[in-house]
């Protein structure tokens, strides 16, 4: 009888532990009577009056309940049709709490615009779970973006009582929570993701989204190392790095023509873009951005590389000139020379950049903040080179880090699992523009530092070139002297919004 006891005790002790072992499961539910009232004062000082929901679990196999839910924010007089402003706050690949919105940043401006606002979290690389005495991984590649997924189909499922309209969702996210963004605004309804949204119990709605806001996005990670030294591998930083660092500078600078030729982008007037022109293609993106800084009255110095057209020796230094007094018989635009015909056609063109010396730019940017190490993101025992972020965030639930490219697993002596293959496809979103059976976002603004180094400029150039090229509608610069950052020039992102949205 004793043992019989004894054992039946034991029976239900195993019992209970495989019970605190499973996943908890919640059912999906929003509570409109749920809400609580608060404010948040604008920087202008206006005051924005909201309804906060939060803790909206966004799975029903909640896994890690420290970041698989939401917190939503209707501001007041938000009606059904309001746009969904979906905000992450992931960071260098790590795990995101659901946050609260910010009067600085563009979750409190989506706020004061009379949007509804969605600060879903999201696991990452550095979250973990206990289960008996192990320590599990929870939000390895690409876990993140499925909770984001899984955040977009709870909004769709409970559009009928959320206010906003879940047609119109906004994704933003900077750095890698600009590559999620991306990665939400270029993935939608790929089949890819069902079967492992399924298992989380995402509710079974689309995924797809309205725009997509890309500040600085840390992305196409398979290629980002390539990219990265052939745009910086000349630099005066580079060289003076050991010769073994110089090879594999160059090795990888050398597999970038191929990548960006298998691309088989295209300019706005269609003329092909290949490894020959395509330098010139980012120069003038960078002259452009540049000439409107000029324009709204910065100083442009042509010791970093600019050539100014004959014009500036006349203007004042602060424009970008030389300050030269200019000669009596040269008019200025729309004044009569002495004797001769109007001047209105002619352009003033000292204001004008007229050229970019990219070898001299790349330095400057290179001696504003260092550059990453060779290479600068599938580092892990390149070399004898550490793990970088980007290898933890491809690890598996022990914690591993794990090399990513085919090329840094040859050179650690290793090859890439068919798993770490797929996470890293499916957390590119190169691989999903133009594809039949995804629904990319109509809409992207996409911005990307002209001194900004922790990615180089062929990644958000590729992005937006290609999102142009399957015709989407793209707003992208390379903003002047902007290093690595996001959320700003929030009147031209707002005004941007407005015009993509349906007139009323
Ligand atoms: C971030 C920055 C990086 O340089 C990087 O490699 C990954 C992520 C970030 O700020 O999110």
């Known amino acids: 009888m004793k043992k019989l006891v004894v054992a039946s005790l034991a029976m239900m002790f195993a019992l209970s532990i495989s019970a605190t072992k499973k996943a908890k499961t919640i059912p999906l539910q929003f509570n409109p009577t749920n809400g609580v009232k608060a404010s948040l004062t604008m920087p202008n000082g206006n005051v924005v009056n909201y309804t906060a929901y939060t803790k909206l679990y966004f799975v029903t196999n909640v896994e890690d309940s420290t970041y698989q839910y939401m917190n939503i924010f209707v501001p007041e007089g938000a009606s059904q049709d309001a746009p969904i402003f979906l905000r992450t706050y992931v960071g260098g690949y790590m795990a995101s709490e659901a946050g609260y919105p910010q009067a600085q940043d563009a979750s409190g401006r989506a706020l004061a615009e009379g949007y509804v606002l969605a600060i879903p979290g999201s696991r990452g690389r550095s979250s973990t779970v206990t289960k008996g005495k192990k320590t599990i991984y929870t939000g390895r590649a690409p876990k993140a973006l499925l909770d984001l997924k899984a955040a977009i189909r709870y909004l769709r499922h409970f559009d009928q009582l959320i206010p906003g309209d879940a047609e119109k969702i906004i ?177 003033r063109v000292g204001e004008y950049i007229t050229d970019l010396d990219m070898a001299k730019y790349l330095n400057y940017v290179v001696n504003t903040q260092p550059l990453k190490s060779v290479p600068a993101f599938d580092s892990y025992h390149v070399d004898g080179a550490e793990a970088s972020a980007e290898n933890s965030e491809f690890g598996n639930t022990q914690g591993s880090n794990v090399n990513f490219t085919v090329w840094s697993a040859a050179k650690a002596g290793t090859t890439l699992s068919d798993e770490v293959k797929e996470n890293a496809r499916l957390l590119n979103p190169m691989n999903f523009i133009g594809d039949e059976s995804t629904t990319v976002a109509p809409h992207w603004y996409i911005r990307h530092g002209a001194r900004d180094r922790d990615t180089s400029f062929p990644i958000s150039v590729n992005l937006a070139t290609k999102l142009q090229n399957s015709g989407k509608d793209v707003n992208f610069k390379l903003p002047w002297n902007r290093p690595h950052s996001g959320d700003y020039s929030l009147n031209e992102l707002f005004s941007w919004i407005k015009s993509i949205l349906p007139a009323k």
């Not at 309804?189 to 989204?209: H, S």
């Not at 000349?234 to 030729?261: C, G, H, I, M, V």
């Not at 000439?291 to 050539?307: C, L, M, R, V």
């Not at 100014?308 to 020796?313: G, L, P, R």
């Open 171 to 347: 994704t933003d996210g900077t750095s890698a929570g600009g590559a999620m963004s991306s990665l939400m605004g270029a993935t939608g309804n790929n089949p890819a993701y069902a079967p492992l949204l399924k298992a989380m119990g995402a509710a079974d709605e689309r995924d797809d989204v309205f725009a997509s806001v890309c500040f600085c996005p840390i992305t196409d990670l398979d290629h980002a190392d390539m990219a990265y030294e052939w745009l910086y591998g000349n630099t005066d930083s580079r060289k003076s790095l050991s010769t073994t660092k110089q090879t594999l500078t160059q090795e990888l600078a050398s597999q970038f023509p191929a990548y960006l030729n298998s691309l088989h982008l295209k300019k706005t007037d269609g003329t092909p873009i290949n490894a020959d022109n395509y330098l010139d293609y980012i120069k003038q993106i960078i002259i452009k951005s540049a000439q409107e800084a000029k324009d709204a009255g910065a100083d442009i110095p042509d010791s970093i590389g600019f050539s100014f057209s004959s014009e500036a020796n006349f203007q004042a230094p602060v424009n970008g000139g030389m300050g030269k007094k200019r000669p009596m018989d040269m008019p200025r635009m729309g004044k009569k020379p002495m004797g001769g015909m109007p001047m209105m056609m002619q352009k």
